[in-house]
């Protein structure tokens, strides 16, 4: 049995007849940048966020550096990040020409720890920037609690995480800024690049809306030296159909999850922990063992689609190499780095699918 670790053309073909005649209607519209199928996803997905304000912008990690931009992060400033993350949240705390200080993560939740982020707080830190890692919620307020204390202010990367809920409460608005990526695999993807951010900052918002474009609010009058980073109408009316469609697919992802929990429990692999009042997302199912490169050679072998999110850390990747970090400077994101492996998880994954996961991860082991 092959099993993908995700199937996105499953996804168009369950909702191609409504997605389709949403592109017409886009196409039809003659409004090709901007216009109402951006300006009626905007709404929506703020509603679905519980967030007054929506900008929708080219992708996740333009969500992020025109967010940390509206928060005046230049050089000289310090974001606090996780350690263990996608390189985008780093480069867009870099792009802003501000220094990325990284806090190593909980190593159940692999989320940033907040245990560790006073200890690295100084007179230049401005934002600090917790990652929904894998779709589940950070542990947000004793993030807000020291955000508070310090002055500093909060932007979440949401990236894996649409749709997962904080103490009952959608991500959309829990910090100053919420950034969203719209990559295809994400829980709400595109059928190409998009992205947002939510708030209930009117002024932040605002901000973004002038430097996604230009930094023109009037045409042809620049306010500020922004950048070309609109969502794309297509998009934006595709994403529209799969909004609609989020909540259902992420309860198939759960059962999976519920499946794959109950399945390994006594495998001997490091299973995701769920804290206390989180509703995860679940965009990735990601289990550890010290035997990570052996399992996943014998599942690939046996025709299982797994990956390692992610292989290197951030602050040993050759693009840092001039920040001067060394390996074991963070040793838990390294540690993950070196065990984690991916197991297939998405909407179209059947439960033949799964049971065959299982059978093939017990073997492997
Ligand atoms: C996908 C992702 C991003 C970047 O999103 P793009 O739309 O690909 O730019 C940022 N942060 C995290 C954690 C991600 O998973």
Not at 59 to 85: C, F, K, Q, W
Not at 103 to 132: C, F, G, Q, W
Not at 302 to 324: C, F, K, N
Request: aromatic share 8%; net charge neutral.
């Amino acid at each position: 049995m092959n099993i993908p670790f995700l199937d996105l053309s499953a996804a168009y073909r369950e909702l191609q007849p409504e997605i389709d005649k949403a592109v017409a209607r886009s196409l039809a519209s003659g409004h090709y940048i901007g216009g109402p199928e951006v300006a009626a996803f905007e709404d929506e997905f703020a509603t679905y966020c519980g967030a007054t304000q929506a900008v929708g912008v080219a992708n996740g990690l333009d969500a992020l550096h025109l967010a940390l931009r509206a928060m005046d992060v230049g050089p000289g400033d310090e974001v606090i990040v996780p350690s263990h993350t996608y390189i985008a949240t780093w480069l867009a705390v870099s792009q802003c020409g501000a220094t990325p200080v990284p806090v190593e993560p909980d190593a159940r939740t692999y989320n940033m720890d907040p245990n560790r982020i006073e200890e690295v707080i100084t007179s230049r830190t401005k934002v600090i920037l917790p990652v929904h890692l894998y779709g589940q919620p950070a542990n947000m307020d004793p993030i807000l609690v020291i955000a508070r204390k310090h002055g500093l202010r909060v932007l979440e990367d949401g990236a894996q995480a649409h749709g997962a809920r904080y103490k009952g409460k959608r991500l959309g608005a829990h910090g100053d800024v919420v950034a969203w990526s719209f990559y295809p695999g994400k829980n709400l993807g595109a059928m190409g690049d998009g992205g947002a951010i939510t708030t209930n900052n009117v002024e932040l918002a605002e901000r973004i809306r002038v430097l996604r474009n230009y930094g023109s609010r009037v045409k042809y009058t620049n306010d500020v030296q922004g950048y070309n980073s609109r969502l794309d109408p297509l998009q934006a009316a595709i994403l529209r159909v799969k909004l609609a469609h989020l909540d259902e697919w992420n309860a198939r992802r759960s059962t999976m999850a519920a499946h794959y929990q109950k399945g390994l429990v006594d495998s001997g692999l490091i299973l995701p922990f769920v804290t206390d009042g989180v509703d995860p997302a679940w965009h990735l199912y990601v289990v550890q063992s010290p035997q990570r490169d052996a399992l996943l050679k014998k599942m690939g072998e046996t025709g299982i689609g797994v990956l390692i999110h992610y292989p290197i850390p951030p602050h040993l990747q050759r693009a840092y190499t001039s920040a001067g970090y060394s390996k074991g400077q963070f040793p838990i994101a390294e540690k993950i780095a070196n065990q984690c492996l991916s197991l297939p998880i998405g909407p179209h994954l059947s439960a033949a699918g799964v049971a065959a996961v299982l059978a093939a991860c017990k073997t492997a082991i």
